[in-house]
Antibody, heavy 121, light 113 residues
Framework: EVQLLESGGGLAQPGGSLRLSCVAS????????TSWVRQAPGRGLEWVSG????????YYADSVKGRFTISRDNSKNTLYLQMNSLRAEDTAIYYC??????????????WGQGNLVTVSS | DIVMTQSPDSLAVSLGERATINCKSS????????????LAWYQQKPGQPPKLLIY???TRESGVPDRFGGSGSGTDFTLTISSLQAEDAAVYYC?????????FGQGTKLEIK
């Protein structure tokens, strides 16, 4: 059974940092691109960042470019999102999501349960 | 960026009736080399992550009831629920995975009348 378990969220001050983790199981993690997608309270879905299966390619939304860094450790089956210079508008539930097909990013067949990040003083 | 626009923002449909949600992309998501539309539909219920329903614009994900159908090509797409069930009340999103940033529509809230 495919599982994606996020952790690391919580409360941060504006300008502060947090690191999210997503531990994957039930599939060969190193074969699939993965992404972070967020959802502000009561709002729609916003793609944040994606990373290729080997970690060599990364992509970011303009809203987080230069502040967030996506990475992965295939030996630990873990996806990360380092979030720096946090802003109030980064407040959201952050989901990690697995690509449905090898060599294809952006189409997600499994999602984690989500991890709430709140940026407030 | 490709902008995805859904219509309507919300709708209420009676049990057993048809529900139709539209999605328009600001540029084509049809990849000419493989003739595939890089368009997906997701369902999200309160407190849950999104669930993949349809990909390649019209391919139903495994386990998704056949009352859910997707159609369209290029820039105009439709999600149809042929006979609405109570458990279909949710927010539905279209998404393009043609190019980064992968973008979602604003969502359509489907309620039972």
């Amino acid at each position: 059974e495919v599982q994606l378990l996020e952790s690391g969220g919580g409360l941060a001050q504006p300008g502060g940092s947090l690191r999210l983790s997503c531990v994957a199981s039930g599939f060969t993690f190193s074969n699939y691109a993965t992404s972070w997608v967020r959802q502000a309270p009561g709002r729609g879905l916003e793609w944040v960042s994606g990373i290729g299966d080997s970690g060599d390619t990364t992509y970011y939304a303009d809203s987080v470019k230069g502040r967030f860094t996506i990475s992965r450790d295939n030996s630990k089956n873990t996806l990360y999102l380092q979030m720096n210079s946090l802003r109030a508008e980064d407040t959201a539930i952050y989901y990690c999501a697995k690509s449905r097909e090898e060599q294809l990013g952006g189409l997600y067949d499994y999602w984690g349960q989500g991890n709430l990040v709140t940026v407030s003083s | 960026d490709i902008v995805m626009t859904q219509s309507p923002d919300s709708l209420a449909v009676s049990l057993g009736e048809r529900a139709t949600i539209n999605c328009k992309s600001s540029q084509s998501v049809l990849y000419s080399s493989n003739s595939k539309n890089y368009l997906a539909w997701y369902q999200q219920k309160p407190g849950q992550p999104p669930k993949l329903l349809i990909y390649w614009a019209s391919t139903r994900e495994s386990g998704v009831p056949d009352r859910f159908g997707g159609s369209g090509s290029g820039t105009d797409f439709t999600l149809t629920i042929s006979s609405l069930q109570a458990e279909d009340a949710a927010v539905y999103y279209c998404q393009q995975y043609y190019t980064t940033p992968y973008t979602f529509g604003q969502g359509t809230k489907l309620e039972i009348k």
